[in-house]
């Protein structure tokens, strides 16, 4: 059984960086994607990234200013948020493969 859990999230000003950060246990495969998902009030759980071995994935509103990077090593997976904006405020997602979810955190951004 996998296990997942993010941290990081915060209160920042727009135009500000934060750093998320998910730790996964249990059985964990490189050829498995670890991903970053969004859900803002209201509104529909988003893709914002995701990565496995040789393949990285953006959605269109963060590229250029998002960042995946995984450890394959550690099971970990973070993102790096530059230049945010008020629209980038929700809770953030870490998953695992296409049905394991961490219990997320909360970005906030200030305008």
């Known amino acids: 059984q996998v296990h997942l859990v993010e941290s990081g999230g915060g209160l920042v000003q727009a135009g500000g960086s934060l750093r998320l950060h998910c730790a996964a246990s249990g059985n964990i495969y490189d050829d498995v994607y670890l991903s970053w998902y969004r859900q803002a009030p209201g509104k529909q759980r988003e893709m914002v990234a995701e990565?496995?071995?040789?393949?990285?994935v953006y959605a269109e509103f963060v590229k250029d200013r998002f960042t995946i990077s995984r450890d394959y090593a550690e099971s970990t997976v973070d993102l790096e948020m530059n230049s945010l904006k008020p629209e980038d405020t929700a809770v953030y997602y870490c998953?695992?493969?296409?049905?394991?979810w961490g219990q997320g955190t909360q970005v906030t951004v200030s305008s």
């Open positions: 990565v496995q071995i040789g393949m990285t």
């Open positions: 998953r695992y493969g296409a049905s394991t």
